[in-house]
């Protein structure tokens, strides 16, 4: 079983690793980057590896974007098929928010090829989204919008013969924009469970990064052919610098909150092999190659931030405050050079500053680490069958609560103001948002992730048993708990629990969020609110038709191509 | 014949989940019940439509529904103590409500007898026999069960469209009207 692996692995640097209390802060985890194994990269990694080809392989899109395309991809034996349907609609009906009614860009990943019914189901079903109703040969289901800003001025500089102007393009970074990627079962689609075990899909989020590829894919496809429909003879295609700096930009609410505080085996999952390759890079001597790929990484960074924003990114950093962080990173690397440990050292000066800065180092010297990618996958994949044993004993369970729970006393929840929201799912499209106690009862309407203060009022109620009570007898007294004694049984990795609480009135769900995105592979974190924020995926990332040398890891962090001027002068 | 749709497991999962919920059981048991009826459906067929009947026939949070697998749990304590236990169900309950719970008794080392494992969900048990068991892995019936699992969560489950609408139905109001809630987030004293 891979928690057993996961369990080795982590038992065998168990003093090299960060505790919990320093990296399950709702600081720290605000402060995330992608690593060398975020979702995206090991995707794309395991593609090269293992020889997947894709292709377009219909694009039946009249002169304004609108109609089909088909993208195909075979990964060993399997093959996939990305199907998208692409419309306009007007610029007033654009949203961010996972409850609009209309796109610009519908898709679905599926298995196989879409012909016959089935490519009649998917041309009926997919433009509905959730209204649909899918079966098992779905895998994922995503939609989209043109970037208001930015696709129009793309299609007319190509048209017009020119490469954009990156001082228009500013740090946009992407063409489509996504709202959402829908998968494991819901609509009826693919359960993650069903795919065999030998399958390219069968590792967490593997699906719904493939299926990002290729919709970051047709957003090249669509402005290059609106502009060879704008003006045929003057048209050219982006060159070699645009080619890859797109990404595929996202707007993430809400959504992901419950999430991370259902599964506290797979949030264990994600940060434990962070923290598996940090420990093992902080024990790494300073040879000569890794000092330089360190600095290199360093530069990278620099040169990817320094030509970013000011926009307002609060509680993060903007692109020009990381890249003054960069300068202090990379002051602070020279220093560190020659002491035994060099990496531990960087480490140890990051931990002192702020959280962000800590984090960029984490990000940065993983880079050196180089573990075997099926590893990896098979520490991702946990189980999550967990049930409470009845005869669990009242001084098991307080044993328990003071192993795994006593940041609880950090949290103050006896005050009302901890309880101050409540989580629900909206009718529209059931998206989850939090509403306030105080304006609107739950009525049984609650989505349970309120796990700080439910194990709070658990530990209160076993007052009065004694130690040998078998828990079930509490729970047969106080049905209540139930969930909260379930819950204490399952959290049984170090990891696991987001140290903060859900409910609180000083919870902030950006910082559970950028964990959540940085483990997928996302950047550009731009905070639209404390609810909601916009990011970047896949930008510097290889093409659908990139092979050979093209299909390297070493492709984040990409440098704003320049401008055509510049680009004569350094000629 | 009835026409059926094909459902992911953790649809039933959802909704039962939260028709639960909205019928006045606490998450805990609300879970419980989803686990349940997800596990009998996938391994026993009919409990989608045993548990929309309750629904419609009974109050949820006093019902079998909640209370069998209670009963099932102190009765594994005594097969833990003594070896073997039983229990009775007076009424009947529907094995839908308790066919999780009995696997995982069974997990733990505490076989059953007295429900069929053959027997659709909506069959009622009256009584229930518990025993300790050495490797409850080895069975037979964990094979068959690992089996049927993987396939439905491969290909779905086809459940009667009639009951699954039912269903949907019921677990709407645990849904919040958007109006209501951006009609809250507009008010002055919300931040």
């Not at chain 1, 610098?241 to 595929?248: A, D, T």
């Not at chain 1, 076993?462 to 079930?472: A, F, K, N, R, V």
């Amino acid at each position: 079983m891979s928690e057993d692996l996961l369990a080795a692995e982590l038992s065998a640097r168990q003093t090299r690793l960060r505790p919990p209390q320093v990296v399950m802060q709702p600081a720290m985890m605000g402060a995330a980057r992608l690593t060398r194994y975020s979702f995206s990269r090991t995707m794309l990694r395991r593609a090269a590896r293992e020889g997947w080809t894709a292709r377009r392989v219909r694009f039946d899109i009249d002169d304004r974007g609108h109609g089909e395309a088909v993208y195909q991809v075979d990964a060993g034996d399997c093959r996939l098929s990305f199907v998208a349907y692409t419309t306009t609609i007007d610029e007033t009906e654009h949203t961010d928010r996972v409850i609009a009614e209309r796109w610009e860009v519908t898709g679905a990943l599926v298995s196989g090829e879409p012909t016959g019914d089935f490519a009649r189901l998917l041309r009926r079903e997919v433009p509905r989204q959730e209204a649909g109703r899918f079966d098992a040969r779905v895998l994922v289901l995503t939609r989209g919008n043109r970037s208001v800003r930015f696709f129009d001025y793309l299609v007319d500089s190509l048209a017009a013969g020119r490469q954009p102007d990156p001082a228009q393009v500013a740090d946009a970074g992407y063409i489509l924009r996504s709202t959402a990627f829908y998968a494991n079962g819901k609509y009826g689609m693919r359960s993650f469970e069903g795919y065999p075990s030998d399958h390219p899909l069968r590792v967490p989020y593997r699906a719904q990064m493939l299926c990002a590829w290729m919709f970051r894919e047709l957003g090249y496809d669509l402005v290059e052919h609106c502009a060879r429909a704008g003006d045929p003879s003057a048209a050219v295609t982006f060159d070699v610098e645009w080619s890859r700096y797109f990404g595929l930009g996202n707007a993430t609410g809400l959504g992901l909150v419950p999430f991370a505080f259902k599964h506290p085996r797979v949030l264990h999952a994600w940060v434990a092999v962070r923290e598996l390759a940090l420990a093992d890079v902080r024990s790494l001597r300073g040879t000569p190659d890794r000092l330089a790929l360190v600095g290199e990484w360093i530069e990278r960074a620099h040169l990817h931030f320094v030509n970013g924003t000011d926009d307002d990114c609060r509680p993060f950093l903007n692109a020009v405050e990381v890249a003054a962080a960069v300068e202090r990173i990379r002051d602070a690397f020279e220093s560190c050079r020659n002491e035994s440990l060099p990496f531990d050292a960087l480490y140890r000066w990051a931990e002192r500053c702020d959280p962000e800065t800590t984090e960029l180092v984490v990000s940065l010297l993983i880079e050196l680490h180089d573990a075997d990618d099926d590893l990896i996958d098979e520490l991702l994949t946990v189980s999550q069958h967990s049930s409470l044993d009845p005869a669990l004993t009242v001084g098991q369970v307080r044993a328990l609560l003071s192993e795994r729970f006593a940041w609880l006393h950090e949290l103050d929840l006896d005050d009302t103001s901890a309880q101050m929201w409540w989580w629900v799912i909206s009718d529209n499209t059931e998206e989850p948002r939090r509403t306030r106690r105080d304006q609107l009862d739950p009525s049984h309407r609650d989505v349970p992730i309120d796990v700080a203060l439910r194990l709070w009022r658990l530990s209160a109620a076993l007052d009065g048993y004694d130690d040998t009570t078998p828990i079930q007898r509490v729970l047969d007294d106080h049905p209540s708990h139930r969930l909260a004694a379930e819950r204490l049984g399952a959290s049984d990795r170090i990891y696991g629990e987001p140290r903060d609480n859900a409910c609180s009135e000083r919870y902030l769900p950006l910082m559970l969020q950028r964990f959540q995105l940085a483990a997928y592979g996302m950047d550009n974190f731009k905070p639209k609110s404390t609810d909601w924020l916009r990011v970047t995926l896949f930008g510097g990332a290889p093409r659908l038709a990139s092979e050979g040398n093209e299909m390297d890891d070493n492709w984040v962090l990409p440098v704003r191509p320049r401008s055509g001027a510049d680009r004569g002068r350094s000629q | 014949m009835s026409t059926s749709v094909t459902v992911a497991p953790r649809e039933i999962h959802d909704l039962v989940y939260r028709a639960s919920s909205v019928a006045g059981c606490d998450a805990g048991m609300a879970e419980r019940i989803a686990h349940n009826v997800t596990f009998a459906e996938i391994h026993h067929s009919g409990a989608v439509r045993a548990f929309c009947e309750a629904l419609e026939t009974t109050a949820l949070p006093t019902s079998a529904w909640v209370t069998a697998p209670d009963a099932l749990a102190a009765a594994e304590l005594a097969a833990r103590d003594r070896g073997t236990a039983s229990v009775t169900f007076e009424p009947p309950v529907p094995l839908a409500a308790i066919a999780a719970t009995l696997q995982q008794s069974l997990e733990r080392g505490v076989a059953s007898t007295g429900a069929d494992a053959d027997a659709r969900a909506d069959t009622t048990v009256s009584a229930i026999e518990l025993r300790l068991i050495d490797d409850p892995a080895a069975s037979a019936r964990q094979a068959q069960i690992d089996h049927t699992r993987a396939n439905a969560y491969r290909h779905g489950i086809a459940v009667e469209q009639a009951w699954f609408s039912r269903l949907e139905a019921a677990a709407a109001d645990y849904l919040v009207a958007e109006s209501t809630l951006d009609e809250i987030d507009s008010r002055p004293n919300v931040a």
